[in-house]
């Protein structure tokens, strides 16, 4: 977004100048806004873990929305699509994924659900392979009653 400044010449006409736009610094893992926190950020096995639910969004939608987050914050998408995982009872289901890497920092994000809501999970680390495998650290967060995932 540009806000424009005017400016007023000695012969009174009015000059709009464009000024850089505003960035705001913004949290590449934070989740999507009206997003429910089901499991607070946490540290599992030295990675950084968290849930949520959005009543509003597709897993698709989840997994476009972090995607453009972390290539924002300078992020290199190193696999996006399909896949993704979660969980019968409340859990979701498979829909979408997205691994991310920024200066040795992994992230994955796994999102699913058989409709609305969908539940997505977060990670955040320097061990690729567990940031890869986000959802086994949701088995250690919280045990749910049927795996469901891919």
């Known amino acids: 977004m540009y806000k424009h400044l005017v400016a007023v010449g000695v ?7 464009a000024a850089a736009p505003v960035i ?4 590449p893992l934070a989740p999507p806004s009206g997003s429910t926190t ?8 030295g990675v950084q873990y968290a849930r949520y639910s959005s009543a509003s969004m597709t897993p698709q939608q989840v997994v476009s929305f972090y995607t453009s987050q972390l290539q924002a914050s300078g992020y290199q998408t190193v696999n996006e699509g399909g896949g993704g995982s979660g969980w019968s009872s409340g859990w979701g289901g498979g829909g979408g994924g997205v691994t991310a890497i920024n200066n040795g920092t992994y992230v994955s994000v796994n999102a699913g659900g058989g409709g609305k809501p969908t539940y997505f999970e977060v990670c955040s680390g320097k061990n690729s ?8 650290l949701s088995q250690q ?3 749910p009653t ?3 995932g891919s």
């Not at 705001?24 to 949290?27: G, K, L, M, R, Y």
């Not at 089901?38 to 096995?45: F, G, H, I, M, W």
């Open 11 to 17: 012969l009174g006409f009015s000059v709009a100048a």
């Open 24 to 27: 705001a610094a913004t949290n």
């Open 38 to 45: 089901l499991q607070a950020p946490e540290t599992l096995q």
């Open 129 to 136: 392979q567990i940031v890869n495998n986000c959802q086994n």
């Open 141 to 143: 967060a919280q045990t």
């Open 146 to 148: 049927t795996s469901g």
